[in-house]
C-alpha cells in the first residue's frame, strides 16, 4: 500500500536554542542619568560638609598653623605627640578625655533609668494620654541650650536659687551647696542638666521599642504569672536591647561633642579650677586662646579634635558590632 502524503513521517526540526547569557546587563544610560542625578546633590553635601573638612583638619593639624594666614612650619605628627605625651599639656587632655568619659555615663545612667521608666509608663497609660505626656517630655528638647542654662543657672542660685529657698522651707539647708561652683559637684549637675534637656528623643525611641514588642511575649508572660515590673526586666528589656545599645551610641558621641551648657554655665575656663574641662572646652582654648590656655595654636586645636575623633569612633565601632551581634 503506498504511504500518503499526510502519512508521510514530517522531518523534525532543530529545536531552537536560547541565546546564552552573558551575566552582564547594560546600563540605560536614562537610568544611569537619573540615578546620578538623585545621588549628586546629598553626595556634594556630604562631600562639603563631612569629607572636605575633615582631610583639611587633618592636613591642618600637621603644621604649626596660628589659624590665619598660609599654611607654614609643617611639623607633622608632633601635635599628636605633644597632645599625647608632653609632661605639662597632655595632662590636660587626658583629664579632658576622662571627664568626657564621666559625662558620659552620668548621662547614660540618668537616660537609660528615667528614660525607660517614662517611656513603660507612658506605654500602660491611655493613648490619649501618653500623646499629652509625650509632648511635655518633647518641650525641653526644643528650648535653645542658652535659655536651659539660664534657667538652670537661676534654679541653682546658692543664696537665692528656687532650689535653695525649697531646701530652706523644708529645713533642709545642709543639701543646700553650690551646686555650679564646686569642683566635685559642677561636672554631674551640668550632665543632669543636659541630660534632662535631652530627654525627650530617647523617651519617644524608647516607646516605640516597647511598643513594637511581640504581644504574644506579653501574654506568655501574664501567663506564667509575671508582674509588670518582672514582665518589665524579663521580658521589655532583652527585647529592647538594640534600641539601648543605638541610644548609648548617639549618647556617647553626645558626650564627646559637649560643648554649649559647659560654655555657658561655666565659661571657656570650665570651672571651677577646670573640674569641667572637656575635649570640646580645650580645643576652644587651645584654638582661639583665653584666660588658662596653656598652648595657642589651630594646628595643635585641629589635632586635638582628629583624636577626639578617633576616640568617637573606636568606641561607637564597638557599639555598633555589639548591637549586632544582639540582632543576630
Known amino acids: ?106 548621662s547614660m545612667v540618668i537616660t537609660l533609668v528615667v528614660g525607660i521608666g517614662l517611656a513603660w509608663l507612658l506605654m500602660l497609660i491611655q493613648e490619649k494620654g501618653s500623646r499629652r505626656y509625650t509632648v511635655l517630655f518633647m518641650l525641653p528638647f526644643t528650648l535653645p541650650p542658652v535659655a536651659v542654662a539660664y534657667i538652670w543657672a537661676i534654679y541653682l542660685e546658692p543664696n537665692e536659687g528656687v532650689l535653695s529657698n525649697i531646701l530652706t522651707t523644708l529645713h533642709l539647708q545642709a543639701l543646700d551647696k553650690p551646686f555650679l561652683g564646686s569642683p566635685t559637684l559642677a561636672l554631674p549637675t551640668i550632665a543632669v542638666i543636659t541630660a534632662w534637656a535631652g530627654m525627650g528623643f530617647p523617651v519617644l525611641v524608647f516607646l516605640a521599642a516597647l511598643m513594637d514588642v511581640p504581644g504574644e511575649l506579653m501574654e506568655a ?82 589635632a586635638l579634635a582628629i583624636l577626639g575623633f578617633l576616640i568617637v569612633m573606636i568606641v561607637s565601632g564597638i557599639f555598633i558590632r555589639i548591637q549586632r551581634r544582639f540582632q543576630d
Open 1 to 106: 500500500m503506498s504511504q500518503t502524503i499526510d502519512d508521510a513521517p514530517v522531518a523534525s526540526s532543530p529545536a531552537t536554542k536560547p541565546p546564552r547569557s552573558t551575566g552582564r546587563r547594560r546600563a540605560n544610560p536614562a537610568h544611569v542619568a537619573t540615578l546620578a542625578g538623585l545621588v549628586a546633590p546629598g553626595f556634594i553635601l556630604f562631600a562639603a560638609f563631612v569629607i572636605y573638612p575633615l582631610v583639611a583638619g587633618i592636613r591642618y593639624s600637621l603644621y604649626n598653623w596660628s589659624g590665619t594666614g598660609p599654611l607654614q612650619n609643617f611639623v607633622g605628627i608632633k601635635n599628636y605627640t605633644y597632645a599625647l605625651f608632653d609632661h605639662e599639656f597632655s595632662h590636660e587632655f587626658w583629664r579632658a578625655v576622662g571627664h568626657n568619659f564621666y559625662f558620659f555615663a552620668m
Open 221 to 302: 508572660a501574664q501567663l506564667d504569672g509575671a508582674g509588670k515590673f518582672r514582665t518589665l526586666w524579663s521580658v521589655l528589656l532583652p527585647a529592647i536591647r538594640p534600641t539601648i545599645l543605638t541610644i548609648t551610641t548617639i549618647n556617647f558621641i553626645g558626650a564627646f561633642s559637649t560643648f554649649d551648657f559647659i560654655y555657658i554655665l561655666e565659661g571657656s575656663q570650665a570651672g571651677p579650677n577646670y573640674s569641667t574641662d572637656v575635649l570640646a572646652t580645650l580645643f576652644y582654648r587651645t584654638g582661639f586662646g583665653g584666660f588658662g590656655t596653656t598652648a595657642q595654636s589651630m594646628g595643635l586645636a585641629t
